[in-house]
């Protein structure tokens, strides 16, 4: 494989870029968004680490971390893993305590987030992915997903107001004392928590940037966007809009 | 202040306000015409709020991107990134 040009020189500005991947029967997607973490940090030449935290996954999914750790090394893979599903926030909260870089990126180890540009630049305290805006989209949606998604936005925006355009994703990059100062004051669950970290972050004062996303369908597993869901966003909504 | 309270805060000034006018509260004896335009201003608002809902909720779902060139994008990844995990020896 031919090497790009400086791909082999360290951006010497001291940044270091961890990013924190909850995981929960991921044993298919793991390996490929750890190949293509590496791959990226790799040709821009940023220093990262990639902490893994496995939620007692019972189709293997540490085993499957532990080999990746042999191939990229410990420095470069860490493992956290806990022992049963606790959700997203705790996550958070156990994979920052062991992050040693300054700046914290959060995604989804589904491979559902593409991104084409760049989300450093602009010196933000939280940038935000957005499907809606930019060349930010969507792939292998149907009309009644997208409705729903624009609709509940929509929703959204009137009542809440946020400065984002895109609160449900969870594609983002956070400076790492913003984010530790944001996970404390949130109490949702799930991708209302997202949410509320958004606002919250707005309501702090802090600076939120975006850069448009693909959403690419989930390629392996299931995705969950029943009635059950709608009515817990709804209900997670209603509530933000009380409490904040 | 919440946004609920916000809204609470809101509509109560803009319905105050609309009462008023309406039902010439403080006996200001504004004209006739004032008072027969607020008097259908909630309803009015509330369908011209419903129309433009409708109008970008539409607008945006018409002009919602979909991202051909990232599936395929992301479809070579996977295939070339399980080539070279196999080569590096991860056992799938």
Not at chain 1, 40 to 47: A, D, K
Not at chain 1, 146 to 175: E, H, M
Not at chain 1, 184 to 213: H, W
Not at chain 1, 235 to 241: E, S
Request: net charge positive.
């Amino acid at each position: 494989m031919a090497s790009r040009k400086g791909s082999h020189q360290s951006r010497g500005n001291g940044d270091k870029y961890s990013v924190l991947l909850p995981t929960y029967n991921e044993r298919e997607n793991l390996p490929l968004i750890v190949w293509l973490l590496v791959k990226y940090f790799g040709e821009s030449g940023y220093n990262y680490e990639i902490i893994v935290i496995d939620d007692g996954s019972p189709d293997g999914t540490l085993e499957v971390a532990e080999q990746l750790q042999k191939i990229y090394g410990e420095d470069k893979i860490l493992l956290r893993p806990r022992a049963k599903k606790l959700g997203l926030g705790t996550a958070y909260i156990h994979g920052i305590k062991h992050a040693t870089g300054n700046y914290v990126f959060i995604m989804d180890a589904d491979l559902s987030h593409h991104v084409s540009g760049s989300p450093r630049e602009g010196g933000y305290d939280l940038v935000s992915g957005t499907r809606y805006r930019g060349d930010g989209g969507v792939y292998g949606w149907d009309l009644r997903r997208k409705l729903i998604s624009r609709g509940a936005n929509y929703v959204t925006q009137v009542l809440l107001r946020p400065g984002a355009s895109d609160l449900t994703g969870s594609f983002r990059l956070y400076k790492k004392e913003v984010l530790e100062s944001l996970v404390e004051r949130c109490v949702s669950k799930g991708y209302v928590f997202q949410m509320e970290m958004i606002v919250r972050a707005r309501q702090g004062n802090y600076t939120v940037g975006e850069v448009p996303i693909s959403f690419v369908d989930r390629v392996y597993g299931e995705s969950k966007l029943g009635g059950n869901e709608i009515v817990s966003f709804l209900k997670g909504l209603l509530t933000l809009f009380a409490t904040t | 202040m919440t946004k609920l309270l916000e809204w609470v805060f809101g509509v109560s000034v803009i319905g105050a306000a609309w009462a008023l006018v309406t039902f010439d509260l403080l006996n200001l004896r504004l004209p006739v015409a004032y008072k027969e335009v607020a008097w259908p201003m909630p309803v009015y608002l509330l369908v011209v709020f419903g129309c433009y809902s409708l109008a970008t909720v539409g607008y945006r779902v018409a002009t919602f991107n979909d991202c051909e060139e990232a599936s395929k994008e992301l479809q070579d990844q996977i295939k070339e990134a399980k080539e070279d995990l196999r080569k590096k020896g991860l056992k799938m």
